[in-house]
């Protein structure tokens, strides 16, 4: 068996896997803990209270996760493949969102004053600031993978690319004008992430070199 191509394989299986991960466990805390409010609140928020170390475990394992399936497919498309690089910097950001939590918020958890905060902490600013960089580092990947499977003739997947960096792009930074103080852009920039993170994992698993070929 070729080991090289093993091990390729099983990175870009958690690009596959990260998505559902994230969001299935992201939703169910959110579903199940008082005071949540998924039109008002944030995932990171969840970080907070008796239960937050469960989302801090899952920023940490998902931005791992990321950051192997970047690997992954820089083994299939070239060590000098920018998007990959990009991601890392997603999965890096994920990782440091986790040990820096977002300040409650607008009666979450309980307890909590209802309404826009007055004031944010310096953990609270520094989730914020290593959010936004992954954020943007995904929108990079997104755009620079547009060109990148374009060279390599995947077409679909770079009209795919070109479109998940352009939502993300308006979730992200106009969200606000979605309503919920820009909860719902965020959402949709989230969801179109994964998606878009899963379906390039896929190909690239597809494309890549059979283990079983020597």
């Not at 998505?19 to 039109?39: K, N, T």
């Not at 993300?168 to 993170?197: N, Q, R």
Request: proline share 5%.
């Amino acid at each position: 068996m070729n080991k090289f191509a093993a091990v390729t394989r099983s990175l870009l299986g958690w690009g596959i896997v990260v998505g559902p991960f994230y969001l299935i466990l992201g939703v169910a805390q959110g579903l199940l803990r008082d005071g949540f409010d998924f039109s008002r609140h944030a995932l990171s928020h969840l970080a907070n209270g008796p239960w937050g170390l469960v989302q801090t475990v899952n920023f940490i394992l998902s931005g791992l996760m990321v950051i192997a399936a970047a690997i992954g497919i820089a083994r299939v498309v070239g060590k000098k493949c920018v998007m990959a690089w990009f991601l890392v910097v997603f999965g890096a950001g994920m990782l440091l969102a986790a040990f820096f939590p977002a300040d409650p918020v607008d009666g979450f958890p309980p307890g909590t004053p209802v309404g826009t905060p007055t004031s944010i902490s310096t953990t609270g600013l520094l989730h914020f600031a290593v959010a936004g960089i992954g954020f943007i580092a995904l929108m990079v990947s997104c755009f620079v993978s547009s060109v990148t499977f374009k060279r390599l003739g995947e077409r679909y997947l770079s009209w795919l690319s070109l479109g998940a960096g352009t939502v993300i792009v308006l979730g992200f930074f106009g969200g606000p004008a979605l309503g919920g103080s820009g909860i719902v852009g965020i959402w949709v920039a989230v969801v179109t992430g994964w998606i878009w993170l899963g379906v390039v994992s896929w190909r690239t698993y597809q494309i890549s070199p059979d283990p079983n070929c020597e």
